[in-house]
Structures are given as structure tokens and as C-alpha cells.
């Protein structure tokens, strides 16, 4: 059983910045893809950026030149950079590790975009 765990999430006024990180129980390079997804009140829960086993990425077009997704091999986690944060930014946000059509979750950490 792989273990995700979240951490990073905060209250920031709009405009500013985050750091998400998604540490993993297993080498983060043994996985096809990893991702992260962000469930709003009453909302579905939806991608918000994409990183492959070989380094490709993929955003939500809302987040596009915000948010940066990234891994640090040395500490086995993989990051997202959130930036010129917004109100409707406001969510929990899940880490995802995918291994052939198994899919993993964190329990989530909460990001509140608010002044």
C-alpha cells in the first residue's frame, strides 16, 4: 500500500504565494504519473497539473503560468508552486501517484485564497 501526504496548505490573500509538497511512501520514480487534483466546495474534484515518469507535464488551462509542478528525488516528493493566487483557487488539494490503472490519494491539504 503506497502512503501519500500532503502538506504546504494555508491561508494566503490573493496575490500571493504557496508551496504544495506530496511526500511519498515509495520511490516517486517507480510511478507512471503523479498529479494534482483540487475539489472546491459543491464542486467535482478536477486535475490541476500533470507530471509523467518522463518529465512531462500538463495544467488545467485556470492555472496555467501560476502553478508549477515539480519533483525533488533527493527528498522523494513532488511539489506544486502556486502563485498570483485567486479566490477561486480556494480548495483542498489531493496529491495523486498512478501505477498502471491503480490510482493513489492523499488525505488532502486545504487552501484558502481569501483577504
Known amino acids: 500500500q503506497v502512503q501519500l501526504e500532503e502538506s504546504g496548505g494555508d491561508l494566503v490573500q490573493p496575490g500571493g504565494s504557496l508551496r504544495l509538497s506530496c511526500a511519498a511512501s515509495?520511490?516517486?520514480?517507480?510511478?507512471?504519473?503523479m498529479g494534482w487534483y483540487r475539489q472546491a466546495p459543491g464542486k467535482e474534484r478536477e486535475l490541476v497539473a500533470l507530471?509523467?515518469?518522463?518529465?512531462?507535464?500538463n495544467y488545467a488551462d485556470s492555472v496555467k503560468g501560476r502553478f508549477t509542478i515539480s519533483r525533488d528525488k533527493a527528498k522523494n516528493t513532488m511539489n506544486l508552486q502556486l502563485n498570483l493566487l485567486k479566490p477561486e483557487d480556494t480548495a483542498v488539494y489531493y496529491c495523486?501517484?498512478?501505477?498502471?490503472?491503480?490510482?493513489?490519494w492523499g488525505q488532502g491539504t486545504r487552501v484558502t485564497v481569501s483577504s
Open positions: 495523486n501517484a498512478r501505477e498502471g490503472y491503480i490510482d493513489y
Open positions: 515509495r520511490r516517486i520514480f517507480s510511478f507512471n504519473a
Open positions: 507530471i509523467t515518469l518522463g518529465g512531462g507535464t
